[in-house]
């Protein structure tokens, strides 16, 4: 690995990077975003690697890792962090989550900007921690923005930012994709369920997302 800005970049930083670029394009190849329109990042230790401003996903390599600490300030690497570091840090400082993806998919963003909190079509809005808020609108890579962001997210893996897109975060980079994928696929269901004439979606009541969210705690292989 070649000298980078500050200091060099170590070999579990470095496997983390990797495992970010790889995320990175899944989000393009996903239909998550578009060009570079969203962001990724991964903690590891008191360092946070993130995407770079501006540069397509597929250009990415191994000498070209962006690291932060928590308080912003640039530890390794020549190229400019993302504009959106505000809320990434924001959600490290607050939380105890690993991994932070941001995007403007399609369907998610286009709910942002009809309600305030995404209806309760689905039970996997309990794998997000509840009903999805929608953070108001601010301008991009704001302190407005990220402080929205946190209010949104307060007790949830996940929120939508109002005209603008999603934001999940998770123990893992798969763990935070996922839950984004999942997001934007609710979003687009209830979409095609409120676009029927005549017809409104059925919702799910608390009680029964409380009913789910207890089944989720044992799901998937024990480990």
Not at 28 to 44: A, I, K, P, Q
Not at 98 to 103: D, K, L, Q
Not at 129 to 153: C, H, T
């Amino acid at each position: 690995m070649e000298e980078s800005r500050g200091r060099r970049v170590r070999d579990e930083e470095a496997r983390a990077w990797e495992a970010l670029v790889a995320t990175a394009r899944r989000t393009v190849s996903d239909g998550l975003v578009v060009g570079t329109s969203g962001n990724v990042s991964v903690r590891v230790g008191d360092t946070v690697l993130v995407t770079p401003s501006g540069v397509p996903y597929d250009r990415l390599g191994p000498d070209d890792v962006t690291a932060v600490d928590l308080d912003g300030r640039q530890v390794a690497g020549v190229l400019v962090p993302t504009s959106e570091l505000p809320m990434h840090l924001a959600v490290y400082r607050t939380t105890d989550a690993r991994a932070v993806v941001h995007t403007h998919a399609v369907h998610a963003t286009a709910v942002s900007t009809l309600v305030h909190e995404l209806p309760l079509v689905h039970y996997m809005a309990a794998a997000l921690g509840g009903p999805v808020r929608v953070a108001p609108y601010a301008a991009y890579g704001s302190d407005e923005l990220a402080e929205n962001m946190l209010q949104a997210l307060a007790g949830r893996s996940g929120c939508l930012l109002q005209n603008h897109g999603t934001l999940t975060h998770g123990a893992s980079l798969d763990q935070a994709l996922d839950r984004t994928a999942q997001l934007e696929w609710m979003c687009r269901l209830w979409l095609t369920a409120s676009s029927v004439p005549g017809l409104t979606p059925s919702l799910l009541t608390e009680e029964q997302l409380a009913e789910v969210t207890a089944r989720l705690r044992g799901y998937g292989q024990p480990h």
